[in-house]
């Protein structure tokens, strides 16, 4: 690990500021993916920007009849809140099918939404990749791409984004508010929050330089029947090959997004209109464009019979 400098933030305007104004830094929280990209000098930043102190840490109510969920919240407290499970149950499951216990004791929402690729020639230095190393090229293309994006890749990417918790989120149709440098705040949709790779891969999301996270807000429950299944090589501690978040109504409507496929959640409004037609109608519209290659090809019929065993579930708990 590479030597760097450390500083605790005492408001998010502060923390923000810092980060904008010192080259090379990171803001760290549960640091569950930091800690270990730094260790392999994936990640090696020259700043380090504290923001466990900040206060957010709270799942309040919104105004608009939603929840705001504080960037700091850890992955076990949100599944277990009352309030998410009984409202936003798709996101309780989503997080306790993510990680193990004592990991989601210590992420945190905002560095769930964050954390980097584990695509294999991310993590191997010895291997070109345009997301650890601009321009450097991408090993997956012609290597081992089992785990690896069949829709919304690239020429220059075909990594997938690896969290459970995002895909539930989408879903949901969360918002990520933050704060800039300059004390500014917006509001994202998730939708809009990750870019697709395209030439410029590193570049994950549309977030400006220190710019920080302060919540997710979801808006008012949607009703129906949530469901969350992920399918993975072992039980447990493992990412999805693929994942799929539903609600889905009494007739057979509602919203699909996925997992384990794309460089960011996947979801498309047309694909929700299909869902009363049937999980193959889904798929269709899903992987209109997808570019499987010959390892991850198993990953479209895959999904298609995924989403059909969550409207089976769906239907069943209805």
Known sequence: MKAFSYERARTPAEAAAAAARTPGARFIAGG???????????????????????GLDRIEP?????????????????AADRRVRRDYAVLSRALLAGASGQLRNKATTAGNLLQRTRCPYFYDTAQPCNKR?????????EGYSRQLGVVGTSEACIATHPSDMAVAMRVLDASVETVKADGT????????????PGST?????????????????????VAGTHV????????????ALVSVAAVVQRDGSGRVALGGVAPRPWRDAAADAELPRGSRAVADRLFADARPTDHNAF????????????????????
């Open 32 to 54: 569950t993916n930091l800690l270990d990209l730094m260790k392999l000098e994936i990640e090696t930043p020259a700043h380090l920007v504290d923001v466990n102190v900040l």
């Open 133 to 141: 190393l601009p321009g450097s090229g991408c090993a997956a293309l």
């Open 299 to 318: 990953k479209l019929p895959l999904a298609e019979r995924t989403i059909a065993a969550v409207l089976v579930d769906a239907g069943a708990r209805a």
């Open 185 to 196: 705040t917006r509001s994202i949709a998730l939708d809009r929050f990750y870019r697709p």
């Open 201 to 221: 891969p590193h570049i994950e999301t549309v977030l400006e330089k220190g710019e920080l996270i302060t919540s997710v807000t979801l808006p008012e429950p």
């Open 62 to 78: 919104t105004d608009a009849g939603g929840l705001r969920i504080g960037a700091l919240v850890r992955n076990t407290d949100l």
């Open 228 to 239: 969350y299944r992920k399918v993975r090589d072992r039980a447990s501690y493992a990412f």
